[in-house]
């Protein structure tokens, strides 16, 4: 069975960093593009960003700049480098194997202003 784990999350200050990590189980990681999604309170689950299983990366516009997604197929991990973060980053962070219903368990990013 495929398990997501993501992992890293915390409470940061306005412009701080984090870097998030999506461990994979399972042969599926390499073979399979990936993606961060977010979600606040009140607020549907939003994409932040996708990387394919070769390493190409696309962004949505507002994190462009901020957030960088990486990946180590070695390690079955998927990475999310968040920098300049903002109170409005407040969210829980998913993890998601591209186009599959599978999902972590979130990490919660708390940005304090």
């Known amino acids: 069975q495929v398990q997501l784990v993501e992992s890293g999350g915390g409470l940061v200050q306005s412009g701080g960093s984090l870097r998030l990590s999506c461990v994979v189980s399972?042969?599926?990681?390499?073979?399979?593009?990936m993606a961060w999604y977010r979600q606040a309170p009140g607020n549907q689950r939003e994409l932040l960003g996708a990387?394919?299983?070769?390493?190409?990366?696309n962004y949505v516009d507002f994190v462009k700049g901020r957030f960088t997604i990486s990946r180590d197929n070695a390690k079955n991990t998927m990475y999310l480098q968040m920098n300049s973060l903002q109170p409005e980053d407040t969210a829980v962070y998913y993890c998601?194997?591209?186009?599959?219903?599978?999902w972590g368990q979130g990490t919660q990013v708390t940005v304090s202003s």
């Open positions: 399972g042969s599926i990681f390499g073979r399979s593009a």
């Open positions: 990387i394919s299983s070769a390493g190409s990366t």
């Open positions: 998601n194997i591209w186009g599959r219903s599978y």
